[in-house]
């Protein structure tokens, strides 16, 4: 008890909460939502892991994502960015964000035409 009293003081929680919410990214970004792409969400327009973190990151950052993150960027996500990534996530797959006018805007900030 004193060790999670001690650790809630210091911002331990915090960190372990920003780490559970980068891990959970990642688990939606490499997992969830490739597997979704290929089964039940065939009008993704893309379908691979970094295709998803590109859009998810991009859209957080409010441009190329590499312009405000070093990398590896889920290692230097601040926890608000972190739970952001998570968020947006969790809308795309619940359709509550179009993932292919994200991925627009990820593509126009990257200098690509989108057609």
Not at 10 to 37: H, N
Not at 51 to 58: A, G, M, T
Request: aromatic share 6%; proline share 3%; with cysteine.
């Amino acid at each position: 008890m004193a060790d999670q009293l001690r650790m809630a003081f210091e911002g331990g929680d915090a960190e372990a909460s920003r780490d559970q919410q980068v891990a959970e990214y990642l688990r939606l970004t490499r997992e969830v939502m490739p597997q979704l792409a290929r089964a039940d969400r065939r009008d993704w327009p893309v379908s691979a892991d970094h295709c998803f973190q590109r859009i998810v990151l991009d859209n957080i950052c409010g441009g190329t994502w590499y312009e405000s993150l070093r990398r590896p960027a889920y290692k230097h996500m601040t926890s608000a960015q972190a739970n952001a990534a998570v968020q947006l996530c969790r809308d795309i797959i619940d359709g509550r964000a179009d993932l292919a006018e994200l991925n627009a805007q990820s593509l126009i900030w990257r200098g690509k035409r989108v057609e």
